[in-house]
């Protein structure tokens, strides 16, 4: 997928995994320099053009959504006074239907989500604040697969996503074409989001 992001700044923070890979890899062939938050960037320097905060995606991983959405929260001012910006989040679809499974870990993304949309509300209308939601994805080269296993039985499209799957949809996200579309959760999930055959 192309999109015309060159010479934009992406600033990525969170869970070094497969799907964060991707997603740089794909962010830089298109054009955009990446830098990983704090480093090769100074205090008060400014705000990134693009900003991807990457969540836990495995339901065994600890993570600490309140540091990453206290990052958002101030990049998301920086790009308030310059009058312009994208925030991505990558979350689990656990956020949106809670996994009987994983209470604790439905929760924490649930939370994410919420704090995405309200800083959607609060940054509007320079920012635009989005999130992928993602599924039982089964990287293609070394990594993690994220999610539940399980979710594989409740898919209707009937395999796992991969990594460049959640890379596309960032990418549709921070599309400078795209100029109507915050606080909301894309989910990346093959449809187990849609309840096609739920039994967890």
């Not at 995994?17 to 890899?25: E, G, R, Y």
């Not at 604040?129 to 898919?155: F, S």
Request: proline share 6%.
């Amino acid at each position: 997928m192309e999109v015309d992001i060159a010479g934009q700044t992406a600033e990525i923070a969170g869970e070094e995994n497969a799907i964060l890979a991707a997603v740089v890899a794909a962010l830089g062939a298109n054009g955009a320099a990446v830098l990983r938050a704090g480093i090769g960037r100074e205090a008060g320097e400014g705000a990134p053009d693009i900003l991807i905060l990457s969540h836990p995606l495995h339901p065994d991983a600890a993570g600490r959504p309140d540091d990453l959405a206290a990052l958002a929260e101030a990049r998301a001012a920086a790009m308030v006074a310059r009058g312009s910006g994208r925030i991505v989040h990558l979350v689990s679809a656990a956020g949106l239907v809670p996994m009987r499974r994983h209470p604790a870990w439905s929760a924490r993304h649930a939370g994410a989500i919420a704090a995405m949309r309200g800083l959607a509300m609060a940054s509007g209308p320079a920012v635009q604040v989005n999130a992928v939601a993602v599924g039982h994805i089964e990287p293609d080269g070394p990594g993690e697969a994220t999610g539940d296993a399980a979710m594989l039985t409740h898919v209707p499209l009937g395999r796992a996503g991969t990594a460049e799957d959640v890379a596309h949809a960032v990418l549709f996200l921070v599309d400078p074409l795209n100029s109507y579309t915050t606080g909301q959760s894309l989910a990346v999930d093959g449809g187990w989001t849609t309840g096609y055959g739920r039994n967890f």
